[in-house]
Structure formats: structure tokens, C-alpha cells
């Protein structure tokens, strides 16, 4: 494929085409933004004014190509619509530039009927080629007779245009404007000649109006510059009184306190103008406020005048239209003009020029310039030079502004500040004797949490004294009666064990005695926790839950010993009956979920449903079940699996076997026989593989005062199994 080929197909495929169209809008965007300029400062450039509806235009016709490309993505054939109306459009665009250009050209009406025909023209082919794409997807406009046609007429009209500019004399467009139209027809040309295959579109022809834009707008460019030189020339000799105007700007600024500060600029203004008078006002609501009026005859300064709006609506409008205005003395008939212009000192009504003030899109008010009805020559066209004298009397009135609005801020500041500062000393002041205060506390405090350590100290040491007590006595057997499981008859003591019920005596009421107490303590911790009496700081809360974890642990340990006495000395009741041992499963295993998860350990179960009911007190159960599988998470490793299995053997009828197997590590076989006899850490070390020796204590109690048996497997290094064997109910 060649360059030419190549360099084609980079305008018609993918995102080119879109940003062709951009490309195109820009430039025609660029093209009126520049003729507009002109036209701003030269009203009467016929060129400049038709250059803008001829840009204006053909940007009407790329939102139209636009449009027209949305519909058909969205609900028609792709190139079903676009490319007759491409070729339309632009044929339309270069008329309408072409007529802009030629100063000899006559009124709109020859390119408006130009356009008229092409765009029948269209209207005409438009439905045949619709019908014949969507019948033939695979047909492409390109080298159609159709866009034969258009490139044939796009040919014609450049030609014809830029042979024209190039007879006429010298003009900005003389050779930029026709060396754009032979562009174009040049793009023409080759698409006649060598046309793109497998394509609706026209690169050749968007090549020429690629390469006949930019040097248009190096046309409009010499046009705006020629005109802004022109016009600097012609207000060269005004130069000194837009100096003193800008002098006298500057004098408003800095002055503090003048009543007239605009005085020495309005009068340069008039001065520079012709005018006869002239006054600057601010818009408040709808009324305008005379600020400052200078005038022959009038007073240096004023602000007794307000123009209400409503009765001036054509100094309103503009005011609003934020766009300058030139009001004739038939605009201005009426009560209210005639009030106008005699409050300025003159009876009768002349021209008003009307400058709206704005500075970053807000509208300040408006400078309103007045001049004599007999100077009627050249005030309809503007001078040049009020634009941008309005521009910089805006700005001086904003900075004027701004300064009143910083001074009112800084003095309401200089207030808050002295509030703020008033009320920082009355808050340190406060804060002092609050601090004093908490201080006052804490050290309170702190006496009760040492006495409260003290108190603690010497249960502890107490609690020592029953451990030795509780050691001494656990090696003394557990007995229990099979033929009578609901109670644990007393053992008969022989005369030698007279000192030993002795001392179980008084174990017995000394842990009796030791209950109420912690109870107490226990309950003025929360009381104290709850924060009822006052509120704590964080080391007071810490020193409270310390106490109340170990007033909670002695609790324990009593109620443990309570009931380990009871077993042994016959009074702990069990009332058996038939008892399913799932609900007690699942009660339990609720009640250990926060230790399991804890240590992240699993729950492996063995369990059938249909398990008959064994004869049990649901307590004994309950605390049989919680005691195993409490020891088995206390010892098993994190994150392995405990095993709990419940089943029955056709080989020993009348029984249900339970098991719960551990992780961990096994028990010597020397500490085996110990197992189920109560150590605590306070005194002896704990047997390696277990983790609650009172609660296997109690549960083999109860176990066996149930009518049951109790023991335990261990395999070295791996874990241990402790295996309950309970009788069945049976009716």
C-alpha cells in the first residue's frame, strides 16, 4: 500500500473521522472567534461581520453531521445516512466561507440560495442511497456517480472562488483564502481520481479542507491584527487622557476617607469621550445607586441619585444582558428619562451610552455616559476605548470592595479572637479545678485499690491454707453405691478417722464462711465497674477487673470444693430418670463455643439419633459432658480436632458408651493413676496431658454415684481418650 493510500485511510478509519470533525469544528470555532474580534472593535468591517455568520454557520453544520452520525450508530446500517449528508454540508460550509471572503459579493441571498439547492439536492439522493445501502451492506458511497457528482460540484465552486480572490485587488484573503480553495479543489480532484476502496467517506476532499482551514485562519489572523493597528492608531492621540484616567483609578485606590474618589478619573473619562457628563453606579436588587457623577455644572460627587429599575428598563436590560448598549434620545422619551438627565443638569434628553461593570462574572452595576443631543455624529459607533475603560473602573470598584469587605472581616476577626481568647482563659481556669478534682479522685481511688490488693492478698494466702487442706484430704477414696445411684451413702468412720471428720468439719464452714464475703467483694467490683459512684480511669478499671477476675477465680474454686466435699461425704442428691443425652450435648457444646473458638479447635462427632435414654440427673449429665470436654480443650493442641463419640455395644447390653478423645500428648503412665484425684497449680504441678484435674475429679463422683464407670486411655505423644459408660434407662 503507498503513502497516499495509507495516509487516506489514517482519515477514514477508527477515531480518525470523529477527530477529523473536531479538528474541523475547532478551526471554524477559531475562524469566528477571530472575526468576531474584529467586528467588536470594527463595527463597520463588512468582511469581519460575514465571516462570522459564514463560521457560525458551518459550526451549525458539524453539530448537524454530529447529530446525524448518533442517529445512525444507533439505529440504522452504518453509512446508511452520513456520507451524502458529509458531502452536503461541506459543499454548503465552503459556499458560505467563499461569499465571507469576496467584499464585492452580493447580499445573503445568492449563498443562501446555493445552499437551498444543495440541501434539495440531498433530499433528492438521500432516500435512494438509504434504501440501496441497507439492501447492499458490502456497497460503499465512495466512487458512486452520486459522490462523483458532489466532487465534481466541490471542484467547480473552489475553482470558481479562488479564482476570483485571486483577480481582485490586494486583500487579507487575496492569497491565503484562494491557495485554501485550490486545496480543496485539489482534494476534490483526487478523489475523482483515485478513490479509497471499502469506504463512505471522502479522504482526498477532508485532506483539502485540513489543509484550506489553517490558512484561512492565517487570513482572519492579518484581518485582526490589521484592525486592532488601526484602530491603536486613531486613539494615539488619546493616549494622555487614558493616562490621566488610569491616574485617576489609581489615586481611588489609594485614597481613605475622600467623599469623591472617582472625581479626577470620571472627569478625564468625559474629557476623552465628548461626553457631558457621566456617573458610576452599583446595582442593589433592582435599583441602581449613583456612587459618583461628574458634569459640567454638577457637584464632584454624589450619592443622592437612585435609578430605580423597573421605571429605566432599558438601562436594566443592558445592565443584565451584561453587554454594553446605546440609547438615542427617541429610546429614552418618557417621565423618567427627562427626570434622568435633568438630575445631570440638562433639560433636555441626549444620547446615553451604557457600560455594565463585571469582574469574573459578577455583575457590579454599571458607568453610565451621557452626551449632548446636537453631537449626533459618530455615537453610534463605539470609539474603542469604553470597553476597556469600563473594564478597569470595574476592577478598581471590586478591589475597592474587597478592601471594605477585608476591613470589616478583619475587625469582626479582631472581635472573635478577643472572645476566643476570653473564653480559652475561662475554659483553663475550669479545666485546672476539674483536673484538681479528678486528681483528688484518683488518689482515692488508688487508697481503696491498695487496701482492695491487701484484702485479696490475704484470701489468697487463705486459699493456700485450704489447697494444703484439700490435698491432704484428696487421697481419701470416693465411694459410691451401685445399688442405690441417686445418693452417695456416707462411709461409716472408724474411730481412728475422728480427727480426719474433724477437720472435714471444719473445711466445710470455713469455705461456707469464705462465700459470703466474695460474694460482697464481687459485688461492690461491678457496682464499682458500672461506674455508679463515680468514674473511673483507665488504671482504676484495670486494678478492678485484675480484683475481679481473681475474686471470680476463688468463687471457682470453692464451689469446686463444695461440691467434691459433698460427693464424698454423701449429701450431694442426684435424682435419675430417663434422660436424653442429646439436649445435654447441645446445651454443653453452646456453653464451651467461646473456648473453642478461642484456641481454634473442631469438634469431630460420633452421634446417632435414635440413642435411648439413660437413667441420669440432668445436672450430673450436664456437668459430666461440660467437665470431659472443658478438660480436652484446656489440653489439646490449637487448631486440631476434639473427638466426642456416643454409642452403643451389642456385646454389653443395658449401657451406653461415651468418649471424648483429645490432642493432648498423652499421660504418663505413672501420673495415670492420679488423673482423677484434684491437684491445684497453687501447690503441686499439673499431670502432663491434663487440663482440669478437679473438674475429672468431680465428674468421675458423679459418674459412678450415677451407677456408671469412668477411665482413661492414653497413647504417648498423640492424646488421650476417657471413656463413661452410663446405665440405660429401662422403664
Known sequence: MSFTQTLARLLTEGPASLFYHLILGLALEGLGLMALETARRAPGNRLARRLVLAAGLGLIGRLVLFGAAFAESQWLPAGTLLPPLERAVDLATWTWIGWAMIEEAPGLWLPALHTAVVLGIYGWIAPGW??????????????????RAWMLWTMGLALGIGG????????????????????LALGALLQLHM???????????????????????????RLALQTAQRVSGESGEAAEMWRVWSRGLLHALQAQGDPAPFHEALRAARMLLGARWTAVGLLQNDRLLIIAREGEGLPRAGTDLTLPLPEYPQIGEA??????????????????????WQAFGMGTIGFLRIEPLVVQNQLLGAWLIGHPPENRHGLSRDPGVSRPMAELLAQTISLLQERERKATLE????????????????LEARHAEERQMLQREINRWAT?????????????RRAEELAHLIEARASLPVGASASNPGAIPPSSPAPE????????????????????????????????????VGILGATQRQFLLRMKANIERMAGLIRETLQIVALEAGTFQLETGPLPLTEIRDQVLQQLQPVLQERGLRLTLEWPDDLPPVRMDRDAAQQVLYHLLNNAALCSQPGTAIGLQARLNPEVPGVLFLRVRDTG?????????????????????????????????IARALVEASGGRIWVESEPGIGSTFTVVLPLFDG
Not at 475587625?411 to 475561662?426: F, K, T
Open 130 to 147: 438509504m434504501s440501496l445501502s441497507m439492501q447492499d451492506p458490502t456497497f460503499f458511497y465512495a466512487a458512486t456517480p452520486s459522490d
Open 164 to 183: 476570483w480572490l485571486l483577480s481582485r485587488s490586494p486583500s487579507v484573503f487575496q492569497g491565503s483564502g484562494a491557495l485554501g480553495f485550490f486545496a
Open 195 to 221: 478513490p479509497i476502496a471499502g469506504t463512505h467517506l471522502a479522504p482526498w476532499a477532508r485532506l483539502g479542507a485540513l489543509t484550506a482551514l489553517p490558512l484561512w485562519l492565517t487570513g482572519a489572523y
Open 319 to 340: 445592565i443584565l444582558r451584561r453587554y454594553p448598549s446605546f440609547l438615542t434620545p427617541e429610546d429614552q422619551q418618557g417621565e423618567a428619562g427627562q427626570r434622568l
Open 411 to 426: 475587625a469582626a476577626l479582631r472581635s472573635l479572637q478577643q472572645e476566643h481568647e476570653e473564653q480559652v482563659q475561662r
Open 448 to 460: 481503696r485499690a491498695a487496701e482492695a490488693e491487701e484484702e485479696r492478698e490475704r484470701w489468697r
Open 497 to 532: 478417722t475422728a480427727p480426719e471428720s474433724q477437720r472435714e468439719e471444719l473445711i466445710l464452714a470455713l469455705l461456707q464462711e469464705l462465700r459470703t464475703p466474695l460474694t460482697a467483694l464481687l459485688g461492690y467490683t461491678d457496682l464499682l465497674l458500672g461506674e455508679a
Open 665 to 697: 500428648g498423652g499421660i504418663p503412665l505413672e501420673e495415670v493413676a492420679r488423673v482423677f484425684i484434684p491437684r491445684y497449680r497453687a501447690t503441686t504441678p499439673l499431670i502432663p496431658g491434663v487440663g482440669d484435674s478437679i473438674g475429672l475429679s
